[in-house]
Nanobody
Framework: QVQLVESGGGLMQAGGSLRLSCVAS????????MGWFRQAAGEGREFLAQIIWSGIITERADSVKGRVAISRDNAKNTVWLQMNNLEPGDTAVYYCAAKPRGELSSPYIYWGQGTQVTVSS
């Protein structure tokens, strides 16, 4: 059974930074593309970033490209999302997702439960 467990959310201050972690189990992590998404209340799910199995190629959404970094450690089955210069508009539930190694445009199959991030001004 695949499990993705996010952590690191909470109440943040505008202008600060966050680092979210996602630990995966039940899959071959080194053969998996990992991604981060978020969903604000009343809105659709928004792609933030993804990283291929080797970590060599990453992709970030234009809306957050200058503020976001994604990284992974295959030995720890963990992927991280670093976001800087937080804004109240970053308030959302942040989700980790996984899909088998393949096309970057392919849909994500596995999802975590999400971690709430609230940014106060």
């Amino acid at each position: 059974q695949v499990q993705l467990v996010e952590s690191g959310g909470g109440l943040m201050q505008a202008g600060g930074s966050l680092r979210l972690s996602c630990v995966a189990s039940g899959l071959t992590f080194s053969e998996t593309t990992m991604g981060w998404f978020r969903q604000a209340a009343g809105e659709g799910r928004e792609f933030l970033a993804q990283i291929i199995w080797s970590g060599i190629i990453t992709e970030r959404a234009d809306s957050v490209k200058g503020r976001v970094a994604i990284s992974r450690d295959n030995a720890k089955n963990t992927v991280w999302l670093q976001m800087n210069n937080l804004e109240p508009g970053d308030t959302a539930v942040y989700y980790c997702a996984a899909k088998p190694r393949g096309e970057l445009s392919s849909p994500y199959i596995y999802w975590g439960q999400g971690t709430q991030v609230t940014v106060s001004s």
